[in-house]
């Protein structure tokens, strides 16, 4: 079980992603589920110091395929891996929505991520549109194809897939916990096609999507619902705490 804070583009300040990480790691204590938080680049160093030690992971929101370039404005991997990063998010759909993202460039920057030695968090989900018009599965199933398909991954512990309905984001409208296991069996079932049983089958499949501490057991309970990524809500050590909680009462 891993539950996964994405700040977004907030509290990017080095003192204002030192104070969130602090108060994260009071919140959580000693937890009993992997816990991380993923800050912008810009509060990566004051984060990284302010987790030494502590039980919680770092991540990134984004990287660039390439290990280094003339590509202005972007970041490499190698670079994440130096402020002790374990995690970075790849085709968040705001990345996807606002950037441009495509399946290959997910695909591409996952490749990289691997070699550099980071886990990748691999975000899929449909449109509100996709789903009413019965296209959701082929629409995850697209983006799990294309992003991971002849990954080496090797170990199930190096690969972290988030399901991340885009109509439940930032929205306050989580998908109902059944609803959410459906499109994680399915996820896991493509994983298994694609990588085998004990690679696919043990793979984490995260829920994101407006989850909450009210909200965020029913879904952890689900056998195929592995963790949460977690945004408006991780930007508080307690609200990220109480999901953090309700995932070590489900383990
Ligand atoms: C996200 O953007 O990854 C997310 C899950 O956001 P929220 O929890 O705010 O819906």
Wanted: aromatic share 4%; glycine share 12%; net charge negative.
């Amino acid at each position: 079980m891993l539950i996964a804070g994405n700040w977004k583009m907030h509290k990017a300040a080095p003192d204002e992603a030192r104070a969130l990480s602090e108060s994260v790691v009071d919140a959580v204590g000693a937890p009993e589920v992997q816990v991380a938080v993923c800050p912008p680049f810009t509060g990566l160093a004051a984060a990284a110091e302010a987790l030494d030690g502590a039980p919680v992971h770092l991540g990134a929101q984004n990287m660039h395929a390439e290990g280094e370039g003339a590509f202005t404005g972007e970041v490499p991997a190698g670079a994440l891996r130096a402020y002790d990063c374990r995690y970075v998010i790849l085709g968040h759909s705001e990345r996807r929505a606002y950037y441009g993202e495509t399946d290959d460039d997910v695909a591409e920057k996952a490749r990289q991520a691997l070699r550099r030695e980071l886990v990748p968090i691999v975000c899929v989900g449909e449109s509100l549109e996709e789903r009413r018009d019965g296209r959701a599965q082929d629409v995850v199933a697209r983006q799990v194809q294309t992003a991971l398909d002849g990954l080496p991954i090797g170990d199930p512990s190096r690969l972290v897939v988030a399901y991340e309905p885009i109509w439940a984001i930032g929205t306050g409208e989580s998908a109902e916990p059944e609803q959410a296991q459906e499109m994680h069996a399915f996820i896991r079932e493509t994983l298994i096609e694609q990588h085998g049983e004990s690679v696919g089958g043990a793979v984490q499949i995260l829920y994101g999507g407006s989850m909450k501490p009210h909200n965020a057991e029913a879904l952890l309970a689900q056998p195929d619902i592995n963790g949460g990524l977690i945004g408006s809500a991780s930007l508080e050590g307690e609200s990220f705490a109480g999901i953090v909680e309700a995932g070590e009462q489900v383990t």
